[in-house]
């Protein structure tokens, strides 16, 4: 059974940073692209960073170009998303998702429930 | 890319059918059939439900089923169950990934 479980998220302050991590198991982690997706608080779903399985393709949306960077650890199955400058519009639930392919498809088969990031002074 | 436009709510009861709207342009949806519904219920992990417009992953009950004419692809339940009561979103996954902007469907 595939299993994608998020951590990292809290309550943080703006300008801040943090690690957002999404531990996988139950599937050939390598084999696959990731991709994370936020919601805003009472709004919708919105695509943010997407990785190849190799890790050496990565695609970010525009809103985040320049503070995310998405990464994957081979060793340990685990997808990570950094951000720095964090803003009150970040705040959001994070969803880790698992894409049906080895390229960035985006087309996503697997998820995580989610870790909520708040961003608040 | 803009977000695809669905109806905020929706409502059906048990039994019944009820169609889900999600309009785009001829870049997403009228141009491709790279075509993605998905569900949510509250705290729990969205759920693949419909993927290339009318396919249904493994387990997703023959209840639920998509379609697609020119820019407006539409998601039907018939059937409607209580467990259906759940937020569903469209998606386009040709070029950069495109949400709509969710419909609340209401089981009466």
């Known amino acids: 059974e595939v299993q994608l479980l998020e951590s990292g998220g809290g309550f943080l302050q703006p300008g801040g940073s943090l690690r957002l991590s999404c531990a996988a198991s139950g599937f050939t982690f390598n084999n696959y692209a990731m991709t994370w997706v936020r919601q805003p608080p009472g709004k919708g779903l919105e695509w943010v960073s997407s990785?190849?399985?190799?890790?050496?393709?990565?695609f970010y949306a525009d809103s985040v170009k320049g503070r995310f960077t998405v990464s994957r650890d081979k060793i340990k199955h685990t997808l990570f998303l950094e951000v720095i400058s964090l803003r009150a519009d970040d705040t959001a639930i994070y969803y880790c998702?698992?894409?049906?392919?080895?390229?960035?498809?985006?087309?996503?088969?697997?998820w995580g429930q989610g870790t909520l990031v708040t961003v608040s002074s | 890319q803009s977000a695809l436009t669905q109806p905020p709510s929706a409502s059906g009861s048990p039994g019944q059918s009820v169609t889900i709207s999600c309009t785009g342009t001829s870049s997403d949806i009228g141009g491709y059939n790279f075509v993605s519904w998905y569900q949510l219920h509250p705290g729990k992990a969205p759920k693949l439900i419909i993927f290339d417009v009318t396919k249904r992953p493994s387990g997703v009950p023959d209840r639920f089923s998509g379609s697609k004419s020119g820019n407006t692809a539409s998601l039907t339940i018939s059937g409607l169950q209580a467990e259906d009561e759940a937020d569903y979103y469209c998606s386009s996954y040709a070029g950069t990934l495109t949400f709509g902007g969710g419909t609340k469907l209401t089981v009466l």
């Open positions: 990785i190849s399985g190799s890790g050496g393709s990565t």
């Open positions: 998702a698992k894409d049906v392919d080895f390229t960035v498809t985006t087309l996503l088969d697997n």
